[in-house]
């Protein structure tokens, strides 16, 4: 339970510029600080909060910081509250959605792109939930430690992709005693020992020059760890505390509550579904409306002891740390690979109206496929009513707009299709959704039973020059214990969509790109030297350009962008696409104007 708020901070937000009918808003920054009971039912989830250091009345104490813009008019508002979970305590919301600018302080309208929640009249609320996340951001949270509880754990550093370039490693967690380092060039290789020294309790330092793209596996003994679940009763808590007690911060009650959240933050979100915490310490619903993009079916690697959040599992990154496990999807199944049986969902009143959307990357590197199929991949899913899905087609992890385009550290020119328009279009479907009852539009989902969704070496690419496929793609399988991982006996049936004769996916939502293409858009790349050459790149997407001329384009099997659109334009075909995805709810009228003007 929220205990006191604290406001460090409340101004005009950017200058008091105005977002359509809501007007203006202001920014209000703050400390909440809660207490948890490790005796209540609510509680009994989140690992070590037995152990935590507590007051005399048994009670467990955290402080979260928040930040929360409402509209200064409080009338102008629409009553409701969206909040995003952050990622690695960064906003997503304004750069990603919006199309605006990088960061958790915006200081002009042109920051914040389009401003669509805000148009809207939403309130928007952000808090703290990993307590490794860098407190600069503002998004810190302060839980409490288990100072005398030690256990054997590994890491993974990969120089030169997520993290930058490592001249040393800084470790989660303090080591007691030495650390053990090897490195092996790609996921499958061999382990070779690495000597190393270590710099000090959180530092090691490999002897011989750190290889870029290589994996270096640090094992060691670590102590001290966070109480790193209680990040879900801090989001739960203030959620439910502003949602029924906050008329006064909020300056009108809250009328439904919508979570959101990109990649870390969208596993997050199935998470918190998952273990239970949409429904408060009086079994009220938090969210009414959750939607989370490129989660594929993961959740995040936190409730528990030594967690390490912050990790993804791809290919050839952190492959072998937790991530995926069943159940994966929203619709009730059996397992056969573990015996186990369930659901995403709860199966009550807890349960949020639920969208989950895609890109092409999730299907080929994070299983995407098992959020509405059997866990072997033999059959299509019904998912249940409260729940959609959708793939963006031909689209990457991280799309959005501006994109680069060149190659990076990759063999192709990197994907730059923006899905956000659909995912503009389909936030405010749910809104919908959650306030009136008015049905999302139907999934889109690439299917088993007409022939969409196929093992990944039944994809028939066209014959492009110089065009390799991947090697490797879906290995989703049980990982057993993450501190000493062994390969599985086991694997899910994980698929990806098939593609049409230009290479572009033919199932999900085609925006313009995709549909009136230019070229090829693929969800995947591959490591150029000095990466590990072939290799599976880390969630970055590939774009083919179409030739200019038939001239142009000897061995090739797709027809130049002069035969596609013989009368120089495609502006016909795009107004047609455009008019039909904004009759589906899928694309928003005024990001239709942008494809067509």
């Known amino acids: 339970m929220i205990t006191g708020i604290e406001i460090k901070t ?55 910081d928040f930040i929360l813009l409402r509209p200064a008019d409080a009338a102008k508002g629409n009553g409701r509250l969206l909040y995003e979970v952050n990622n690695r305590g960064r906003i997503m919301l304004f750069n990603n959605l919006c199309a605006g600018a990088v960061g958790n302080h915006p200081v002009k309208p042109a920051d914040l792109g389009n401003a669509l929640p805000l148009r809207l009249g939403f309130s928007l609320l952000w808090s703290g939930w990993d307590p490794g996340a860098p407190k600069a951001t503002g998004l810190s949270l302060d839980v409490p430690a288990i100072d005398d509880f030690t256990q054997p754990i590994r890491e993974e550093f990969v120089s030169g992709t997520r993290l930058g370039v490592h001249e040393a490693f800084k470790l989660a967690y303090e080591a007691v005693g030495p650390a053990s380092v090897t490195v092996r060039r790609t996921q499958m290789a061999a382990r070779v020992p690495v000597a190393s020294d270590m710099l000090d309790q959180r530092t090691v330092r490999p002897l011989a020059p750190i290889e870029t793209g290589s994996i270096y596996e640090v094992r060691y003994t670590a102590t001290k760890p966070p109480v790193l679940g209680i990040g879900f009763a801090a989001t739960r808590d203030i959620v439910s505390s502003i949602r029924h007690h906050g008329t006064e911060l909020l300056g009108r009650p809250v009328t439904h509550t919508l979570a959101f959240g990109i990649s870390q933050a969208g596993r997050y979100l199935r998470d918190h579904i998952a273990q239970g915490f949409n429904a408060d310490e009086d079994g009220r619903r938090v969210f009414d409306g959750v939607f989370t ?34 159940p994966h999807s929203s619709a009730p199944m059996d397992d056969p690979v573990t015996g186990r049986s369930g659901a995403l969902m709860r199966g009550d009143t807890t349960d949020p109206l639920l969208i989950e959307t895609n890109t092409s990357t999730e299907y080929w590197q994070k299983g995407a496929s098992l959020l509405h199929t059997d866990a072997l991949g033999e059959s299509d899913a019904a998912l249940p009513a409260n729940v959609r899905a959708y793939l963006v087609a031909g689209t990457q992890h991280g799309g959005k707009a501006g994109m ?19 995912i503009r279009a389909l936030l405010v479907a749910l809104d919908e959704w959650v306030v009136s009852g008015r049905l999302p539009p139907d999934s889109r989902v690439p299917r088993i039973d007409d022939g969409t969704l196929v093992t990944a070496d039944r994809v028939a690419f066209p014959a492009i020059p110089g065009f390799v496929r991947p090697h490797a793609a879906n290995d989703v399988s049980p990982l057993g214990d993450w501190t000493d991982p062994h390969p599985a006996s086991k694997s899910y049936g994980a698929l990806v969509p098939r593609v049409d ?61 002069r035969v596609r659109y013989p009368n120089g334009s495609d502006a016909e075909a795009i107004r047609t696409v455009t008019a039909a995805l904004v009759a589906d709810r899928l694309l928003l009228k005024e990001d239709a104007e942008h494809f067509t003007c």
């Not at 990076?408 to 990197?414: Q, T």
């Open 10 to 64: 409340r101004a005009a937000f950017v200058g008091g510029a105005l977002f359509g009918d809501a007007g203006a808003y202001e920014r209000i920054d703050g400390v909440a600080s809660g207490l948890l009971d490790p005796n209540h039912p609510a509680n009994q989830a989140i690992a070590l909060l037995d152990k935590a250091p507590h007051d005399t009345n048994g009670m467990v104490s955290y402080r979260t």
């Open 293 to 326: 993009h490129v989660a594929g079916i993961g959740r995040v690697f936190h409730n528990t002891p030594f967690g390490q959040p912050f990790r993804t599992r791809t290919w050839h990154e952190d492959h072998d740390f937790p991530e995926v496990e069943f």
């Open 501 to 561: 004769a230009d290479g572009n996916e033919i199932a999900g939502i085609r925006l313009p790109d995709i549909a009136v293409p230019k070229g090829t858009f693929l969800g995947w790349n591959l490591y150029k030297p000095p990466y590990p050459d072939g290799e599976l790149a880390d969630r970055d997407g590939t774009f083919l350009a179409f030739s200019e001329t038939e001239a142009d384009r000897a061995g090739d099997s797709r027809p130049s962008v």
């Open 404 to 422: 680069p385009r060149d190659n990076g550290p990759c063999v192709y020119p990197r994907n730059w299709h923006d899905p956000m328009p659909a």
